[in-house]
Nanobody, 128 residues
Framework: HVQLVESGGGLVQAGGSLRLSCAAS????????MGWFRQAPGKEREFVAA????????YYADSVKGRFSISRDNAKNTVYLQMNSLSPEDTAVYYC?????????????????????WGQGTQVTVSS
């Protein structure tokens, strides 16, 4: 079992940057696939980025490719989401997710049902 706590959200102007952090409890962080998802008001939760447990492969939604970067520091039990060139369309609650099962590849890592653990979310608001 792992607990996830996101931080780093806030209000930023369009074109600005934010870095989200997700701190995980436990000793086996390196064995978890980690993902970031977001949910805007009135919309379904959508995939943003993920990083695999084994080879560190990263996956991104088309809407954030080239602007967002996911990374992990296993020594700190933390996964990060660096967000650059933010636009109002990026406004949402951002959720960190973790899963320890042996899934790999973009299909599994980009789909919410393949994550067992979720954080409470952090609000990101981008003003125009």
């Amino acid at each position: 079992h792992v607990q996830l706590v996101e931080s780093g959200g806030g209000l930023v102007q369009a074109g600005g940057s934010l870095r989200l952090s997700c701190a995980a409890s436990g000793r086996t962080f390196s064995s978890y696939n980690m993902g970031w998802f977001r949910q805007a008001p009135g919309k379904e939760r959508e995939f943003v980025a993920a990083i695999s447990r084994s080879d560190g492969n990263t996956y991104y939604a088309d809407s954030v490719k080239g602007r967002f970067s996911i990374s992990r520091d296993n020594a700190k039990n933390t996964v990060y989401l660096q967000m650059n060139s933010l636009s109002p369309e990026d406004t949402a609650v951002y959720y960190c997710a973790a899963d320890r099962r042996y899934y790999s590849g973009s299909y599994y890592l980009s789909n919410p049902p393949y994550y067992d653990y979720w954080g409470q979310g952090t609000q990101v608001t981008v003003s125009s």
